[in-house]
């Protein structure tokens, strides 16, 4: 009963999560000058002015943006469950999937929102000195690798949202071994890039950050490459 009641409850959270933005927005219109920074560079700092419109422009996009994924991640989990390419996926481990997948969906509003309020606060207060922004953003861009990383490996299920990693669709134990090296990766390089976030020159912030991306999606390349030649499903 109780697995029943979860995916309604995460599915209502990522719908009001969607909101946030746009009232984050609310609270902060009528402080914001008539021109805002619209723009933070890699450096923290505005690199960018315009009208304070611009950021609602946002603001309506990043919700819409929101509310379409949580609306097809609720009709995908009212899919009733088949198994027509009989590769052995349980109603039980779809359920079990469709709560990871909600889970990272409302991880990944929560990021992104965070970001957004804090966003907004610096356009309201054009006097103060968003010097730590570019440190917000890379932290916040490795707070979403660090989730990426902890649902990875609970993905592993072929057919969950249509997409496979070529040649694994039939080989379990290659697709289940990428899948927790894939978590491994993107794990290690969100770690990575909070800490260094905090370390490395402002004016690097957003180079590591755009680096520890790249870096974690080679590695899961070169662990799919090992597999593939190495583990057989004999």
Not at 24 to 29: E, N, T
Not at 57 to 85: E, K, N
Not at 141 to 161: M, Q, V
Request: contains cysteine.
């Amino acid at each position: 009963m109780r697995n029943r009641v979860v995916l309604p409850i995460m599915s209502i959270a990522s719908y009001l999560l969607a909101l946030v933005p746009l009232a984050a927005l609310a609270i902060c219109w009528p402080s914001m000058p008539a021109t805002v920074p619209v723009h933070i560079g890699f450096d923290g700092r505005a690199d960018r002015w315009g009208s304070k419109s611009e950021l609602l422009i946002v603001g309506i996009v990043l919700t819409v943006l929101f509310l379409l994924m949580a609306a097809a991640l609720q009709l995908r989990s009212m899919v009733p469950h088949t198994d027509q390419d009989g590769i052995g996926v349980s109603a039980k481990g779809r359920h079990r999937g469709m709560i990871s997948t909600f889970l990272a969906f409302t991880l990944l509003e929560i990021t992104v929102d965070v970001i957004f309020i804090v966003f907004f606060g610096i356009a309201a207060t054009v006097h103060a000195h968003p010097i730590n922004f570019g440190r917000i953003i890379s932290a916040g861009a490795g707070s979403i690798l660090i989730i990426i990383g902890n649902i990875a490996p609970l993905l592993s299920t072929p057919g969950l949202f249509g997409l496979h990693i070529p040649n694994l669709r039939f080989r379990p134990k290659t697709e289940s071994f990428v899948s927790r090296s894939a978590g491994i990766s993107t794990l290690l390089f969100g770690v990575i890039c909070v800490m260094l976030s905090f370390i490395v020159p402002l004016q690097y912030c957003g180079i590591m950050a755009f680096l520890c991306y790249i870096s974690s999606f080679v590695l899961i390349i070169v662990f799919w490459i090992v597999a593939s030649r190495t583990i057989h499903d004999d």
